[in-house]
Structures are given as structure tokens and as C-alpha cells.
């Protein structure tokens, strides 16, 4: 099946430090990528949708500013966490859809990746 | 290796109740998740079962064994709307989650 891969899996900053987080697709391409956040024992929560060579769409409550996502091509989309604080200690993981044309809507998930800021 | 296992594809009836399986092997547990996901939509969450027994919520309810490796999600009064993947994922002992291929559910009249 198809495999997203994010990298770092862990990671630990000091605070005001930003971090970047990639999410990859290995052997599809990916129009649309989602990144999401999850506190711990909660539920995942979408932050953003993004498109491959367009702006990213930001849910409600999400920090376009602290949050930058990049979707530069159809096989990698990055988040980065502006100076990062504590607050932003997370489990953030990705999604990616395929192409249309095989599109049937499946999504395939990243391994998520830990963000600890101290 | 870390693996879910969870059935392709389900069809059942409207107003009937499925249940849908997943058994799991992991490095460590700290929970087991449902969701559900419409084709073409981001997934929404279910369920989050951390310690064994039965979690009921509406029409909804998931079942966790740890010492099986297993979990079911059940769905009652089944609707046309309920029609979607349902994903099992759990989180291992690095806070990784593991997710399963997801089960497609189709629902008949």
C-alpha cells in the first residue's frame, strides 16, 4: 500500500527555537496533504489542508503565522513550528491523499512526529 | 513488526448493528483509537480506549482487551450516513500511532 513517510519522529527544542517537520509520500503523489495535531488521550485535530503550489487553508483557531506549512511539490509538504513554546508540545502527524485520476479519496497517515518544547 | 489487522470490507443492512474488528501487535500500548472517514474527507474521531472494558457513546461503542490484543467498534441503528472507512490505530510505547488499513463499511437499504 501507499506509505507516508514524516520525519522527525522525535524532537526536542528550546523554546523560541522553530522546528520543521516533513511528511513525504514514497511511492504516490500527493495533491492534497493534512496536518493535524493531538494532545495527549484527545482526539486528532486538522490544523490544515494543503494543496500542492498553493497557499495552505487553516482551520479555525490555527496560527497561520506560527504555523507554516509549505507544499512545494506533489511528494513533500513541511510543517514548521515558529518559535516554538511549551505550549506547542505536541503530537503532530500528516496525511496525504493521491492524485485524482486513481484518487479514490483514501488518505494514508504519517507516523506522527513528537515535538517536545522545553 | 508492529501490525494492525483489521477486515477490508463489511456490508450491512440500515437499522442493523455491525461490529468491526481489530486485533493488534505492538511495541507497547498507550491507546487504541477509531475513526471514521468519508471518502475524500479528513478522519473524525470515535473512540479512545486506553484501559479494558466497553466505552458507549451514542450508537457507538468500542470494546478494548489488552491481554487479546483486540478491539472492536460497534455501530447501532446503522444509517445510510454511517457508510465510510472506519481506521483502528494505536499508539505504541514511542507515542507513534499505528494505523490500521481501515475497514470499508457499506450500508444497504
Known amino acids: 500500500g501507499a506509505v507516508v513517510s514524516q520525519h522527525p519522529s522525535w524532537v526536542i527544542c528550546k523554546s523560541g527555537t522553530s522546528v520543521k517537520i516533513e511528511c513525504r509520500s514514497l511511492d504516490f503523489q500527493a495533491t492534497t496533504m493534512f496536518w493535524y495535531r493531538q494532545f495527549p488521550k484527545q482526539s486528532l485535530m486538522l490544523m490544515a489542508t494543503s494543496n500542492e503550489g498553493s497557499k495552505a487553508t487553516y482551520e479555525q483557531g490555527v496560527e497561520k503565522d506560527k504555523f507554516l506549512i509549505n507544499h512545494a511539490s506533489l511528494t513533500l509538504s513541511t510543517l514548521t513550528v515558529t518559535s516554538a513554546h511549551p505550549e506547542d508540545s505536541s503530537f503532530y502527524i500528516c496525511?496525504?491523499?493521491?492524485?485524482?485520476?486513481?484518487?479514490?479519496?483514501?488518505?494514508?497517515f504519517g507516523e506522527g512526529s513528537r515535538l517536545t518544547v522545553l | 513488526g508492529q501490525n494492525i489487522d483489521q477486515p477490508t470490507e463489511m456490508t450491512a443492512t440500515e437499522g442493523a448493528i455491525v461490529q468491526i474488528n481489530c486485533t493488534y501487535q505492538t511495541s507497547g500500548f498507550n491507546g487504541l483509537f477509531w475513526y471514521q472517514q468519508h471518502a475524500g474527507e479528513a478522519p473524525t474521531f470515535l473512540s479512545y480506549n486506553v484501559l479494558d472494558g466497553l466505552e458507549e457513546k451514542g450508537r457507538f461503542s468500542s470494546f478494548l482487551s489488552r491481554s487479546k490484543g483486540y478491539s472492536y467498534l460497534l455501530l447501532k441503528e446503522l444509517q445510510m450516513k454511517d457508510s465510510a472507512s472506519y481506521l483502528c490505530?494505536?499508539?505504541?510505547?514511542?507515542?507513534?500511532?499505528?494505523w490500521g488499513a481501515g475497514t470499508k463499511l457499506i450500508i444497504k437499504p
Open positions: 496525511s496525504a491523499r493521491a492524485v485524482a485520476g486513481g484518487d479514490t479519496g483514501e488518505l494514508f
Open positions: 490505530a494505536v499508539m505504541d510505547s514511542n507515542y507513534q500511532l499505528i
